[in-house]
């Protein structure tokens, strides 16, 4: 098969969310089906790496003949244009979006419908962006992926998608998420990190209801735990949530630390020390941090609703994540119970092995030669 990819989000210099996503799954495209002619297409520079080095992969840079002032959108405009001339069986979207007037079949991924579910959390500008580009992808698409049952749900629920069009595609943690020795003291030098503390990763979305979590701290340390908090993430909250001014208001001076990124190789060992991995979200479409965690054996406290059950099952512990007293309560139970943490870690770890990358990827595929062969 000769299969175009919108390779975009791997130009990120901080591969987080899709180019994780697009990285792992291209990686293990590779060792699977090196016979595919992989067309790696890319908006602003062409990305080499280690995953990208094999012969499989070609990389175009698609030009825009137009000077940087004039704003014409690359995926609608110029990346049709393109596919025009590369004779490829498919294109394959692995963001929400895929060009309208496509030339060639569609597969595209689709992480979440959050915007739908609720969209107060998002700007109204970027609201109706994604609304009509991802509205016509599902319609428009050959075929789907969703990242979990309950997108799936949602597709059908919100976009009238017919369920045999959608393929539900698990992701995966990478396999340097594991167990694994740690150089305990740079990494808690590097952090300012003293004792025990809890762990937040991801970007600061509304639907992850830091405030709540950070009061449900204040609760934890009130009963004079030496316990500290850990925020990995960009602000990128709507309304913007100020957490500066937040923490400050809550008076924890340094038991809070917040960090934007953090190399992956610390991110294992940040993992490996937590005394749990806290997440409490209102909506996922998929939730990988907690994947990522549980492969560590992490303990981990995340909500009760859309994928996030699905993924932990009862490895974890669920909670109502709008409920300051019932996380604190779940942070102060792992805290005090050495026993817990432990069978939650083992419960987690075993969760983890039924999610791969390489499973993600054969699946992944066979959606490919069933649209290539319509």
């Not at 299969?3 to 994780?20: K, Y």
């Not at 992989?38 to 908006?43: R, S």
Request: charged share 25%; aromatic share 8%.
């Amino acid at each position: 098969m000769r299969i175009a990819i919108d390779a975009r989000s791997l130009e990120e210099s901080s591969r987080t969310g899709v180019a994780r996503y697009l990285s792992s799954i291209l990686r293990e495209m590779a060792l699977l089906e090196p016979q595919n002619h992989y067309l790696l297409l890319f908006q602003n520079r062409v990305v080499e790496d280690a995953v990208l080095s094999q012969t499989c992969f070609e990389k175009q840079l698609v030009k825009v003949p137009l000077p940087p002032r004039k704003k014409v959108p690359w995926e609608q405009v110029w990346l049709p244009r393109h596919l025009r001339s590369l004779k490829a069986d498919l294109l394959f979207s692995p963001s929400y979006s895929t060009p309208v007037l496509s030339p060639v079949k569609t597969v595209v991924t689709i992480h979440d419908i959050t915007y739908e579910v609720n969209p107060k959390w998002f700007r109204p500008k970027e609201r109706l962006k994604m609304r009509v580009l991802t509205r016509i992808a599902a319609g428009r698409a050959n075929h789907i992926i969703a990242v979990s049952e309950a997108t799936k749900k949602d597709l059908v629920n919100h976009y009238g998608v017919t369920p045999e069009k959608i393929s539900v595609i698990h992701e995966a943690s990478g396999e340097e998420f594991v167990p694994s020795s740690v150089d305990e003291k740079r990494i808690r030098e590097k952090y300012q990190l003293k004792g025990e503390f809890f762990l937040f990763v991801g970007s600061f979305f509304s639907r992850r209801n830091l405030p709540v979590l950070v009061e449900a701290f204040q609760n934890v340390v009130k009963g004079n735990s030496n316990a500290e908090l850990l925020l990995v993430g960009q602000d990128r909250s709507y309304p913007p949530l100020g957490l500066d001014k937040l923490l400050a208001k809550k008076s924890l001076g340094e038991r809070v630390k917040w960090v934007e990124y953090v190399p992956e190789a610390d991110l294992v060992s940040l993992y490996n020390l937590a005394t749990a991995f806290v997440y409490p979200s209102s909506y996922e479409g998929f939730g990988l941090p907690l994947l990522e965690a549980m492969a560590c054996g992490t303990p981990v406290i995340t909500g009760n609703s859309s994928s996030l059950p699905e993924v932990v099952g009862d490895s974890g512990i669920l909670v109502d994540p709008e409920n300051v007293e019932a996380l604190a309560s779940a942070m102060l139970q792992v805290l005090q119970n050495p026993s817990l943490r432990d069978n939650l870690a083992k419960r987690g770890m075993e969760r983890a092995k039924h999610f791969s990358w390489r499973k993600a990827a054969k699946e992944t595929l066979e959606v490919f030669r069933g649209v290539a062969e319509s």
